[in-house]
């Protein structure tokens, strides 16, 4: 299933789904109910320790602008932004979206993401000043980590380790874990 792109003019009320901007038009994003899982159990590991530790923000399915014409958004699955870059003591935006670019950005892959898809959002994190970017691929059960300095690929049976959240590794065995891909080819089959 491939994501619908509307052409409408950035300036018309945005849709009513998760969506995307590029290049001035709505793109729907796309989550499974596994990949919406994910991002959850990855939230749910970092909570506790980032608000503890007063590390920063967590955000899930936040939107950022990439460009100040406003024609490229993009709403990534989870976000850290550092207390250095947003402070703690500093609201969020309640009626906009944020005006800086997260530390990472994590996105799940599901059945709809295309690779060209994927490696163009992950060049546009880096261009406008994303620190790292995780794709988590439950179908292969492994994280990409990528930096400044390449990537590294992490299994599912090992510690996801980063310089953003020092000494706190992400256990991904608890959450890439083997996926059952019945797909059912029946509208009746996937209500029940």
């Not at 406008?128 to 400044?148: D, F, L």
């Amino acid at each position: 299933m491939s994501p619908t792109v509307l052409a409408q003019p950035a300036i018309e009320t945005p849709p009513d789904y998760l969506y995307e901007m590029v290049d001035g038009r709505y793109v729907e994003k796309v989550v499974t109910s596994y990949s919406a899982w994910v991002i959850s159990a990855l939230n749910g590991m970092l909570w506790d320790v980032v608000n503890s530790q007063g590390l920063g923000w967590l955000l899930v399915e936040a939107t950022f602008s990439l460009e100040p014409s406003g024609r490229l958004r993009r709403r990534t699955d989870l976000a850290f932004i550092s207390a250095s870059r947003w402070p703690l003591d500093r609201p969020l935006p309640y009626r906009s979206e944020m005006p800086i670019m997260p530390d990472l950005a994590i996105e799940v892959i599901n059945p709809s993401t295309t690779v060209n898809e994927l490696v163009r959002k992950r060049d546009e994190y880096f261009l406008h000043g994303v620190r790292e970017v995780w794709i988590v691929i439950p179908s292969a059960r492994v994280v990409e980590v990528w930096s400044s300095t390449g990537c590294r690929l992490v299994r599912h049976d090992q510690l996801l380790t980063s310089e953003l959240f020092p000494g706190i590794p992400v256990d991904l065995s608890k959450i890439l874990r083997e996926i059952d891909a019945v797909e059912s080819t029946e509208d009746g089959d996937a209500r029940n």
